[in-house]
């Protein structure tokens, strides 16, 4: 009887261990994200209030742009460095291309501000498009394709602005980037309505039962009749024109385009993927993940900001949770391996 109570409780601890190994990467962020609420609201009464609440969605906006094209990549086991390259890139395409556009207006020779919108939009998809070549026809990892694709978004900004500050920006861009829709800042409603059209594909769509099954098993998902290169190639284009997006209303939201703008949104939009939950083994996580991870970096930036604190020790403490998150992440696979 003895035994067979110990054999039942063995069962019952085995089962309890195996549901909070499955979830360790979705608990540990949400524990994460209430603890720097209380931590902060207890020492600045400024943090918990709904002001500040809106100062943190549109200070995560453009991140989140960023991060929704990651978490497609990250799913399928791959990486993308160059995501915030792009995204200055294309940011000064759109600025130098409204100022020809104003050049050109100005001899009587009128342009819509459609053209500048389309010739970046044209610049992200060329972008993600190399970087796709890059990695499923010539083979080179995405760690080091994407790295040389930082160095030539860099210098596409370098040769266009060539230390310079653009001002100039269509104003569609304008108005989404920092304009208002009702009581809502535009670049809010922009970046969730990426977040929300992410989820819905990656969910509900079979692309997205791809994206998941060649970052889960990349040789099952071939024997499955998958395309894994033509999906891989879509999830770095997917991610280039998140970038774009991001970058042209970046422009916006800061009033300018100058090189190496976005040079802090690279960490920024991986962390808030990692962070959330989404394995960077690939095929575990998703939007709500990413979503739950912005929420954290938000939190942590903006409550950093609110305490009397050495700036440059904020720098380390945003490093350190990044780190403890990857040790998470590794940690949470291998017990999944494990249950397995």
């Not at 050495?310 to 998150?325: Q, T």
Request: glycine residues 12%.
């Amino acid at each position: 009887m003895n035994a067979d109570v110990a054999s039942a409780a063995g069962r019952e601890g085995g089962g309890l261990g195996r549901w909070v190994a499955g979830r360790l990467t979705n608990l540990a962020p949400l524990v994460t994200l209430l603890f720097l609420v209380l931590v902060f609201s207890l020492m600045a009464p400024s943090f918990a209030t709904v002001d500040n609440l809106g100062n943190i969605m549109r200070q995560v906006s453009i991140t989140a742009i960023i991060a929704t094209g990651l978490t497609f990549v990250i799913l399928t086991a791959e990486i993308d460095l160059s995501v915030a390259s792009i995204a200055n890139a294309v940011g000064i395409v759109v600025a130098y291309f409204t100022l020809q556009e104003t050049y050109v207006n100005i001899a009587n020779v009128p342009m819509p501000g459609a053209v500048a919108i389309l010739f970046a939009l044209l610049a992200a998809f060329a972008l993600g498009t190399v970087n796709a070549v890059g990695v499923t026809i010539i083979g080179i990892p995405s760690f080091i394709m994407t790295l040389a694709m930082m160095q030539i978004g860099a210098g596409i900004s370098a040769m266009l602005v060539r230390g310079q500050i653009a001002y100039a920006i269509p104003d569609p861009v304008r108005f989404l980037g920092s304009g208002m829709i009702g009581p809502f800042p535009s670049i809010v409603v922009v970046a969730c309505l990426f977040l929300l059209i992410g989820h819905l594909v990656l969910t509900y769509t079979r692309f997205g039962r791809y994206v998941y099954m060649v970052g889960g098993n990349r040789e099952a998902a071939e024997f499955s009749g998958v395309n894994v290169k033509l999906v891989i190639a879509a999830v770095m284009i997917i991610s280039a024109m998140c970038c774009g997006v991001a970058g042209m209303l970046g422009v916006a939201y800061y009033g300018s385009a100058q090189q190496n703008e976005f040079d802090d949104y690279l960490l920024d939009s991986i962390a808030a993927v990692v962070v959330g939950g989404t394995s960077l083994f690939g095929g575990q996580g998703g939007i709500p993940n990413t979503i739950l991870g912005l929420l954290v970096l938000g939190v942590l930036n903006n409550g950093l900001d609110h305490i009397d604190i050495d700036s440059f020790l904020k720098v380390l403490i945003r490093g350190l949770i990044l780190l403890l998150a990857l040790v998470i992440n590794v940690y949470a696979q291998r017990l999944r391996n494990r249950a397995a």
